[in-house]
């Protein structure tokens, strides 16, 4: 079992930036396919990226293309999201998961653990 704890939220300008971090203990993080996910009021919570084991292989969601980038640093056993370019529409609480698959999923159901989640705020 993994805990996945995400910090790194708060309130930016429209254009500006947010380095999210999710630290995980408890199991090695490279045992894990890891994703993002973010929920916003009123909203269904949805994908955001996903990286493999290995940080070989990521996935977007179409509305964060080319402005986050996710990373990994399994000798720190955390997960990075750069925001970059950021939008009112981003307001929302970004989640970190974890999945024990081999393979890389954009399904929330597909995740086994998950953090507390992070407030990211954006203003226009």
């Known amino acids: 079992q993994v805990q996945l704890v995400e910090s790194g939220g708060g309130l930016v300008q429209a254009g500006g930036s947010l380095r999210l971090s999710c630290a995980a203990s408890?199991?090695?993080?490279?045992?894990?396919?890891m994703g993002w996910f973010r929920q916003a009021p009123g909203n269904e919570r949805e994908f955001v990226t996903a990286?493999?084991?290995?940080?070989?292989?990521?996935y977007y969601a179409d509305s964060v293309k080319g402005r986050f980038t996710i990373s990994r640093d399994n000798a720190k056993n955390t997960v990075y999201l750069q925001m970059n370019s950021l939008k009112p529409e981003d307001t929302a609480v970004y989640y970190c998961?974890?999945?024990?698959?081999?393979?890389?999923?954009?399904?929330?159901?597909?995740?086994?653990?998950w953090g507390q989640g992070t407030q990211v705020t954006v203003s226009s």
């Open positions: 998961a974890a999945r024990t698959s081999l393979f890389t999923s954009r399904t929330k159901s597909d995740y086994d653990y």
């Open positions: 408890g199991r090695t993080l490279s045992s894990y396919v």
């Open positions: 990286i493999s084991r290995n940080g070989g292989n990521t």
